[in-house]
């Protein structure tokens, strides 16, 4: 069973459009987060949730919105969507206050 | 400020030879420290952490680090490296406030060259 699975793994699409990534953890964990990794390989946080609360918000467009229906999912989703996203998205998730994070495999995100 | 700093890019190593990344941070708090390793197309995986107790710390395919807290660093180490090393290799801190965050360094990318 995958620990962390996000979906779609690969997304292309056009400019203006909206589209949202998904993301499940079954690992029992109470925080789950949202990183951007772009070109150069450089991870950013974005968002964290902890029992479906938001505990993080870094300086991210609003075109960004996290959905946390329960504390197993925290979804992505990205209105009017711009050249400069395109970028692997990672969710991970966490129980411990340590940080030690497990992470999904990635959703590549192409914008064209 | 809190960061992260890998000062090297890109590491390009012959196969068995000895190999280490560099890290290190600057914080005025108590801190956890990670190396996360990242193989083509995949996601992070964690490969050692230091959270407290002995300031070296082990990982299960051969990778060291040293937590020096006088010098703020938590170098990665491997005496011999092989051909399946080759990978994305980011350290990351956790700083003890309370606040869940990883902050990682900008990755080092290792080449083992056969």
């Known amino acids: 069973d995958t620990a962390v699975s996000q979906t779609p793994k690969y997304l292309v699409t056009q400019m203006g459009n909206d589209k949202s990534i998904k993301c499940e953890q079954n690992l029992g964990h109470d925080t789950m987060y949202w990183y951007k990794q772009d070109s150069k390989k450089f991870l950013k946080i974005m968002f964290s949730?902890?029992?479906?609360?938001?505990?993080i918000n870094e300086t991210v467009p609003n075109r960004f919105s996290p959905k946390s229906p329960d504390k197993a999912h925290l979804n992505l989703h990205i209105n009017s969507l711009e050249l400069g996203d395109s970028a692997v998205y990672f969710c991970?998730?966490?129980?411990?206050?340590?940080?030690?994070?497990?992470f999904g495999e990635g959703s590549r995100l192409t914008v064209l | 400020a809190q960061s992260v700093t890998q000062l090297d890019s890109q590491v390009p190593v012959f196969e068995e030879a000895p190999v280490e990344l560099r890290c290190n941070y600057s914080s005025s708090v108590s801190v956890y420290l990670f190396w996360y390793v990242q193989y083509p197309n995949q996601g992070l995986q964690l490969l050692l952490k230091?959270?407290?107790?002995?300031?070296l710390v082990e990982s299960i395919n051969g990778f060291e680090a040293e937590f020096n807290k006088s010098q703020t660093s938590f170098h990665l180490r491997k005496p011999s490296v092989h051909i399946s090393d080759t990978a994305e290799y980011f350290c990351a801190v956790s700083f003890k406030t309370g606040a869940n965050n990883l902050f990682f360094g900008t990755g080092t990318r290792l080449t083992v060259i056969p």
């Open positions: 991970a998730s966490s129980q411990e206050v340590s940080g030690e994070l497990f």
């Open positions: 230091y959270l407290s107790g002995s300031t």
């Open positions: 949730y902890n029992n479906k609360e938001l505990i």
